[in-house]
């Protein structure tokens, strides 16, 4: 083999003739005339040459020089050389490799558009020979020529060498292959270190990786880089991106894998390659039931966890009833807490626009209108991507379908290899540890080919190896499929293979094991042990049975769930009886009703956490439990669970579904037994959530019609009238009468005393509270409050006691004692953080906010005010938003910067006229009459100032908080202004409407003057 000559020119110069480097050159100039000959690859005259290198000297000098350097050359290269008389060049064809020309050739042939993997490959292999720029290091004395060419080369290599490195990163980043982009980022940088987008692409691959606090290192090396180098600031986009990570906590939310995941490596590739296109918001794994689409999607979702900044949510909809519940239940996946007033669909848009993340909506088939759901999630939400699984295609735009069929099952007697047959004996042995495959192998291949290669139709299957041989299953599942040939010729036999398998199963149980598991149906998202044996009427034993046999599941946690499919089969067997149907029915309403009502009181008091994760957890049961009694004329049978579920229903912030629960259910009660105690209870709850949802006109009626009935109950009920004149008081404080409000909370705390239960007697100390705190009656309001929070600290009620210090931090501020307001309010935000309650922490953040704000300490302030909003803006609470925003006005105000406290307050105002909100109106016009009336304003803005301290003085809406805010406002504007002008602004301002006023403000889009 002929021996080759390697110059390397990119980040230095290098010869070696094999391993061998020579160094024995009478100067650099006989290199620089070697990599001159290397790169250009053709000959060149003598003439050219001399002048190339020492061009500053004489022409016989130069010609001396190039004849000794020539000879130097000779002696160490001869076999490489061409040299004659006239000219000087490489043998063409000699082993010679250049880093430069391999360089430039991979370039070429990756650098097509669009790029390919193959055209990626190149790229990269360009990209590894790119070790620095050109002839780095040498220095060439009196050569100006060849220096004007080697810096040429210098930057066309450089400039090829970024082409390269930014290709390869965007290719990198779309196909989610974060360590591969920080090489490619990293090294770019290196060459180039002012390239912001550059810094953009590494941070987001950082923190792809769960690389976090690198990633926010990169920011600051960013921000000191181009204020070095260009004397500016990162742009808005690389600072929201910093931001942005600064705030994301990757979560990843799959589900334990009960057995090692078998086959498939195509369709995950398949699946992969359309993650990496960024073009593919949404994929659907399409098949029939059983056929392993949840299995898959679990798979790909866990491989494909660190492609997404925000980590990727499983989210199980099988139990969910209707597509009203889907987005809770997508909220409830990803960890987010609703605010009721909101529709869930909206928060959970407004949650998801900002977050990358891959949500995999498993079981969608089943819930009417989920394509427009699904496409309007696509739209809002721009960096979520979505993978369904569904036995048919959505048929939206941009859907890329995958279909998804049996395993590969083995042609042959041999199964070694094939993934079916892997699974079947996986499964086999589970049943029967001992299972040897290897004398049965020409049946299991049979098993195989008879389902298909259908995962759940092979594992029913195997669970049978105790008792009969593979030949003989065989055998029974062909049977079955033969029966079913002959009742539908039309079926395909794929489609006949898993109810054949079903059958068969379901023909070899015993009695007691058919009774179970066709009663098993009735529940909707598994069911704890107890409440197996209660409803199914199964021993522990034939539990065990079903779940040996694959047609019932026990997931690590202990609880009992069916596949989808197998519940469906189930439930068919079941509605073959009506009689043990409807008796299974009734069994499970009453089970799940008292599950409920058990729990009554632990939601307010220490055990409340687990309370609510228990009615979570079974909360698909109890809406199929509502829907039966609702549906079959019996909404009575709910009444142990009323006030359970409105408890926690208003503490998940599930709003709108209590609504809807409340109102069928309260339907269908006037229909069966007209105006009932139970139907009073019924109204009394949906006007409650009527108020939750600021429907207040709406609200009243039902509870003038309920309070009568309830008030003439026998026996008594004293309770749910107290819990009237709650909802009435709740009412009366929305729309401003806090007259009437602390006369209905006077009425419910005297019941509720006579009842002697502290959870009610604290809950109506609260209610009065705040309607005395409204009037201004802060020192009686601040001992109910005090009364209230000993009782629940008593109770060990967390929330409550959250809630309790929270308003007390309200008391605190409008007593102004701000350092007081602020120790409440950060002790409540540490108890509301620890609850996962951020709409608690977003109110109490607000007053801990205004507290810094009248304390002169504006940065604290603006932090908390700013928060604030952001968890508001999360979970759609607009009223605190709009108060928060005033706020903020208030504290730009007091920085000097009107311009932003301009744009606050006029955005304050238009988010409360927006939601009408009347109390959110009338802050926001006292902070607008703040700003107008600053020392140094104008008469025209100060009697401006006026009148809208005037309207909120004198509304009868206003609450002593604003008419503290404007009475102080009013007393500094007339210390500096004229009595009589401001006496007629304050005239003009009594006799206007504040939706009029606020409207009129909003107009002017300039700050005031």
Not at 162 to 178: D, K
Not at 487 to 506: C, D, I, K, Y
Not at 728 to 739: E, K, Q, T, Y
Not at 811 to 831: F, M, N, P, T
């Amino acid at each position: 083999m002929a021996t080759e000559l390697r110059i390397r020119l990119l980040g230095g110069l290098d010869v070696a003739l094999e391993d061998a480097r020579l160094t024995d050159f009478v100067s650099n100039k006989v290199p620089a005339l070697l990599a001159y000959l290397a790169v250009t690859r053709r000959p060149h005259q003598r003439e050219a040459l001399a002048g190339l290198l020492w061009g500053e000297r004489a022409e016989a000098d130069a010609r001396n020089n190039l004849r000794q350097a020539l000879s130097n050359l000779r002696q160490l290269l001869a076999p490489f050389l061409m040299i004659t008389r006239d000219s000087v060049a490489l043998d063409p064809s000699a082993a010679v490799g250049v880093d430069v020309l391999a360089f430039e050739e991979h370039f070429r042939a990756g650098g097509g558009a669009p790029l390919t993997p193959a055209g990626a490959a190149r790229l990269s292999e360009a990209a590894a020979l790119y070790q620095g720029d050109f002839l780095a290091g040498l220095a060439v004395r009196d050569a100006p020529e060849f220096e004007d060419w080697m810096l040429a080369q210098r930057s066309r290599l450089r400039e090829l060498a970024l082409h390269t490195l930014h290709t390869l990163t965007q290719w990198h980043m779309v196909r989610g292959e974060a360590a591969a982009a920080i090489d490619t980022a990293t090294r770019l940088l290196s060459i180039e270190a002012w390239r912001e987008e550059v810094y953009r692409q590494l941070m987001l691959a950082l923190a792809r990786s769960g690389q976090r606090s690198a990633a926010l290192a990169q920011y600051e090396l960013c921000r000191r880089v181009l204020d070095k180098e260009l004397a500016v600031t990162p742009s808005s986009e690389t600072t929201a991106l910093f931001q942005r990570i600064q705030a994301a906590r990757r979560q990843v939310r799959l589900p334990s894998a009960a057995t090692p995941f078998v086959g498939r490596a195509a369709e995950l590739a398949e699946i992969a390659a359309l993650m990496a296109d960024p073009t593919c918001r949404l994929i659907t794994l399409s098949g029939p039931g059983g056929c392993g689409k949840t299995r898959l999607a679990q798979e790909a979702a866990a491989r494909a966890a660190d492609a997404f900044l925000h980590g990727v949510c499983f989210v199980p909809l099988a139990g969910a009833g209707a597509l009203e519940v889907a987005p809770s239940t997508v909220a409830e996946a990803l960890g987010l807490a609703l605010s009721g007033k909101i529709d869930p669909r909206d928060q959970l848009r407004t949650h998801l626009r900002d977050k990358e993340v891959l949500l995999v909506l498993d079981n969608l088939e089943h819930l009417p209108g989920a394509g427009e759901w699904v496409a309007d999630l696509v739209e809002a939400c721009p960096d979520v991507r979505l993978m369904v699984t569904s036995r048919e295609r959505l048929n939206l735009y941009g859907e890329r379908l995958f279909e998804v069929g049996g395993l590969e099952a083995p042609p042959a007697p041999d199964t070694a290899g094939y993934s079916a047959a892997q699974l079947f004996v996986n499964a086999a042995r589970a049943a029967q540890p001992g299972f040897q495959p290897e004398a049965q192998a020409a049946a299991v291949g049979r098993i195989c080919r008879l389902v298909d290669g259908h995962p759940l139709a092979l594992e029913l299957a195997a669970t049978w190896v105790r008792q009969l041989t593979c030949q003989e299953i065989a055998d029974e599942i062909e049977r079955n499929l033969g029966f079913l040939a002959t009742a539908q010729t039309n079926v395909p036999a794929r489609h006949r293979s898993l109810p054949a398998a079903f059958e068969h199963s379901w023909n070899l149980l015993i009695a007691d094991e058919r009774r179970a598991f066709a009663r098993l149906a009735v529940f909707s998202g598994g069911c704890e042990r107890e409440a197996a044996l209660a409803v199914a009427q199964g021993s522990l034993p034939i539990l065990a049975a079903l779940c040996d046999k694959s047609l019932l599941r026990r997931d690590p946690a202990g609880r009992y769930g069916l596949h989808e499919l197998l519940r469906q089969y189930a439930q068919d067997k079941l509605s073959q009886d009506p009689q043990q149907a409807a008796e299974v029915q009734a069994q499970h309403c009453a089970y799940f009703v008292a599950f409920a009502g058990a729990r009554q009181d632990a939601l307010g008091d220490a055990r409340q956490a687990a309370a609510q994760r228990e009615l979570a957890a079974e909360m698909n049961n109890v809406r199929a439990a509502w829907s039966w009694a609702v549906t079959s004329g019996r909404p009575a049978l709910l009444q142990p669970a009323l006030e359970a579920l409105r408890i926690f229903l208003e503490h998940q912030g599930w709003y709108a579904e209590a609504l809807r629960l409340f109102e069928t259910a309260a339907e269908a009660e006037r229909t069966a037994a007209g105006d009932s105690p139970c139907l009073a209870q019924l109204l009394v709850r949906c006007a409650w959530f009527q108020h939750r949802l600021d429907r207040f006109e709406a609200a009243r009626p039902l509870l003038e019609r309920a309070l009568p009935i309830l008030r003439a109950a026998q026996p008594p009920l004293p309770a749910d009238v107290a819990f009237g004149l709650m909802c009435l008081g709740n009412i009366s404080r929305a729309v401003g009468d806090f007259a009437s409000a602390l006369g209905y909370y006077q009425q419910c705390l005297s019941l509720y005393r006579a009842g002697g239960d502290p959870r009610e007697i604290a809950f109506s100390l609260n209610g009065l509270a705040t309607a005395h705190a409204e009037l201004g009656l802060f020192a009686e309001a601040e001992r109910l409050h005090l009364e209230s929070l000993a009782l629940r600290r008593e109770l060990g009620d967390r929330r409550g006691v959250a809630t309790g210090l929270a308003n007390l931090g309200f008391i605190a501020l409008g007593q102004a004692r701000y350092a007081d307001a602020k120790a409440y309010s950060r002790e409540a935000v540490g108890v509301f953080r620890e609850l996962a309650y951020p709409m608690g922490v977003a109110v109490t953040l607000n007053n801990w906010g205004v507290a810094c704000q009248m304390l002169g300490e504006y940065t604290e302030a603006r932090a908390c005010l700013q928060e604030c909003l952001a968890l508001c803006q999360e979970v759609g609470h607009r009223h605190i938003a709009a108060h928060a925003l005033a706020s903020l006005g208030g504290v730009a105000g007091a920085l000097g910067d009107h311009h932003e406290a301009w744009q606050h307050t006029r955005t304050a105002l238009q988010t409360a006229r927006e939601i009408h909100s009347l109390s959110a109106t009338l802050f926001g016009l006292v902070s607008a009459a703040g700003l107008l009336g600053r020392p140094g304003a104008s008469q025209p803005a100060a009697e401006q100032a006026a009148e809208l301290a005037a309207l909120v003085l004198h509304h009868p809406a206003t609450n002593q908080e604003n008419k503290d805010r404007a009475a102080r406002l009013m007393a500094g504007l007339e210390a500096r202004w004229p009595a009589a002008r401001l006496a007629a602004a304050q005239a003009q301002g009594r006799a206007r409407s504040p939706e009029d006023a606020a409207d009129d403000l909003l107009l002017n889009a300039a700050p005031p003057s």
